[in-house]
């Protein structure tokens, strides 16, 4: 019985594995000034995968997304955005994975979300300003780089917490128990309209 629970959980993880895969293939720019600032929605399989299986199994998800993207398309930036994807969906997706997991609840899901947006936004601007703007051979004067983390990583990374975080609150509850088999604490189901 294990090995078939465990087989389940494989077959879920590659099908969200795939799904967020195929939406990294649909972006768009919503800061003019910095377009390589492109959002998707490839984290919404990752967090509801996260949701139901766990913060590690968000992580492996996240992880195959982006080994994905690169087998099937390559990397346009030596690495650095899958690199810089992996990093800022990790920081949203386990927090508040962690969150809900502790008691299964609408109010923890919210809370949750609200926080990974939260922690996105710290750890995303701390792995561009450290690691992935000087790996991708970026120099900016203090005055560049203030006005890139204020009016393009700021936002950018609110504006996709929101989506994200909205587009997984509309769709878990409808597959928590047909496809996840996530059995919500007793007279307080997640996202319920209760």
Same mark, same amino acid.
């Not at 496809?179 to 604490?185: E, H, I, K, L, S």
């Given at each position: 019985?294990?090995?078939?629970?465990?087989?389940?959980?494989?077959?879920?993880?590659?099908?969200?594995?795939?799904? =967020?895969?195929?939406?990294?293939?649909?972006? @768009?720019?919503?800061?003019?000034? @910095?377009?390589?600032?492109?959002?998707?929605?490839?984290?919404?399989?990752?967090?509801?995968?996260?949701?139901? @299986?766990?913060?590690?199994?968000?992580?492996?998800?996240? !992880?195959?997304?982006?080994?994905?993207?690169?087998?099937?398309? *390559?990397?346009?930036? *030596?690495?650095?955005?899958?690199? =810089?994807? @992996?990093?800022?969906?990790?920081?949203?997706?386990?927090?508040?994975?962690?969150?809900?997991?502790?008691?299964?609840?609408?109010?923890?899901?919210?809370?949750?979300?609200?926080?990974?947006?939260?922690?996105?936004?710290?750890? #995303?601007?701390?792995?561009?300003?450290?690691?992935?703007?000087?790996?991708? #051979?970026?120099?900016?004067?203090?005055?560049?780089?203030?006005?890139?983390?204020?009016? *393009?990583?700021?936002? !950018?990374? #609110?504006?996709? *917490?929101?989506?994200?975080?909205?587009?997984?609150?509309?769709?878990?509850?409808?597959?928590?128990?047909?496809?996840?088999?996530?059995?919500?604490?007793?007279?307080?189901?997640?996202?319920?309209?209760?």
């Amino acid at each position: 019985m294990k090995e078939r629970n465990n087989l389940k959980t494989l077959i879920k993880v590659a099908l969200l594995s795939a799904i =967020a895969f195929i939406l990294m293939y649909i972006d @768009f720019p919503v800061i003019p000034m @910095f377009p390589w600032l492109k959002i998707d929605l490839s984290e919404v399989p990752v967090l509801m995968g996260a949701f139901a @299986f766990g913060p590690g199994i968000g992580i492996v998800i996240e !992880f195959i997304k982006n080994l994905l993207i690169v087998v099937m398309k *390559g990397s346009q930036t *030596g690495l650095v955005g899958e690199v =810089a994807n @992996f990093i800022v969906g990790i920081a949203m997706v386990v927090p508040a994975a962690m969150i809900y997991k502790r008691n299964k609840t609408k109010r923890n899901a919210i809370i949750g979300m609200i926080v990974g947006i939260l922690v996105m936004e710290v750890v #995303g601007i701390i792995a561009n300003v450290y690691f992935l703007l000087p790996a991708y #051979g970026m120099q900016m004067s203090s005055a560049d780089l203030m006005q890139y983390v204020t009016v *393009g990583l700021l936002p !950018f990374n #609110g504006i996709k *917490g929101v989506l994200i975080s909205v587009a997984t609150y509309m769709l878990y509850k409808k597959l928590s128990v047909t496809v996840f088999n996530d059995r919500p604490a007793k007279n307080n189901v997640i996202l319920d309209n209760k």
